[in-house]
């Protein structure tokens, strides 16, 4: 029996685990797949000996990424400059959320400046935050669709999606009864960017109180014997 440990960057949620799963086990050979959400782990096992790069091109397809123990200096490396990019796109989602809010507000309206209550204005920032900070929700959701799988990234597309296009038709039509929710998908793409950053910093903190409290394991014992 041939066993293997890599990790798996990208998991959120327990789809993305049992769609991880169900992936390596169609992987020729493979008895046991065990994936752990929160430090990303896999354990595999298989009655055949597997190219890393079979698994790697696998997880790849579902828009995932496998590194090895290989990998691990320089993931550690890409996790530091995620976590950045990440926290720099949760602070203008926010900043765009909150200038947004005010606008639509009913009982804050009368004493913001009349350019946030402008449609157009708030079309320019909500297009900002659905198209460039969702970003990534529309890469991994494009990749499920393709292989007619769902997980939250899925979910977070069609709805701040259908948000964001109907706001987008009343704004366009001004004339008609429709009124714009640009707030609606601005927030929820905010919130859960804010839910994800907090997530890694958590699994960071956890990993190193792990790794901190496998350190503290004693090199050497001294038994004592009473005669």
């Given at each position: 029996?041939?066993?293997?440990?890599?990790?798996i960057k990208g998991l959120h949620c327990a789809s993305c685990v049992y769609n991880t799963e169900e992936t390596l086990k169609k992987i020729n050979g493979v008895k046991k797949a065990l994936v752990n959400?929160?430090?990303?782990?896999?354990?595999?096992?298989?009655?055949?000996?597997?190219?890393?790069?079979?698994?790697?091109?696998?997880?790849?397809?579902?828009?995932?990424?496998?590194?090895?123990?290989?990998?691990?200096?320089?993931?550690?490396?890409?996790?530091?400059?995620?976590?950045?990019?990440?926290?720099?796109?949760?602070?203008?989602?926010?900043?765009?959320?909150?200038?947004?809010?005010?606008?639509?507000?009913?009982?804050?309206?009368?004493?913001?400046?009349?350019?946030?209550?402008?449609?157009?204005?708030?079309?320019?920032?909500?297009?900002?935050?659905?198209?460039?900070?969702?970003?990534?929700?529309?890469?991994?959701?494009?990749?499920?669709?393709?292989?007619?799988?769902?997980?939250?990234?899925?979910?977070?597309?069609?709805?701040?999606?259908?948000?964001?296009?109907?706001?987008?038709?009343?704004?366009?039509?001004?004339?008609?009864?429709?009124?714009?929710?640009?707030?609606?998908?601005?927030?929820?793409?905010?919130?859960?960017?804010?839910?994800?950053?907090?997530e890694e910093k958590t699994k960071i903190k956890t990993n190193d109180s792990i790794k901190r409290l496998i350190e503290l394991n004693p090199k050497k014992a001294t038994v004592l014997i009473k005669n």
């Open positions: 029996m041939f066993k293997y440990q890599f990790f959400l929160v430090d990303g782990k896999v354990y595999l096992e298989s009655t055949v000996k597997i190219n890393k790069k079979e698994i790697k091109d696998k997880i790849s397809f579902i828009g995932y990424e496998a590194f090895f123990e290989e990998d691990l200096l320089n993931r550690e490396k890409e996790k530091t400059i995620e976590l950045r990019k990440l926290k720099t796109k949760v602070f203008l989602g926010l900043i765009f959320s909150l200038i947004i809010f005010l606008g639509t507000f009913p009982k804050l309206m009368d004493y913001v400046p009349y350019f946030l209550k402008n449609y157009y204005f708030q079309l320019i920032l909500a297009s900002i935050v659905q198209f460039y900070l969702g970003l990534d929700f529309y890469k991994k959701g494009g990749i499920f669709f393709k292989n007619l799988k769902a997980n939250m990234d899925t979910l977070v597309v069609i709805g701040t999606t259908s948000a964001y296009f109907y706001s987008l038709i009343a704004t366009l039509f001004s004339n008609s009864k429709l009124e714009p929710y640009f707030d609606v998908s601005v927030v929820i793409i905010s919130f859960v960017l804010l839910g994800r950053y907090l």
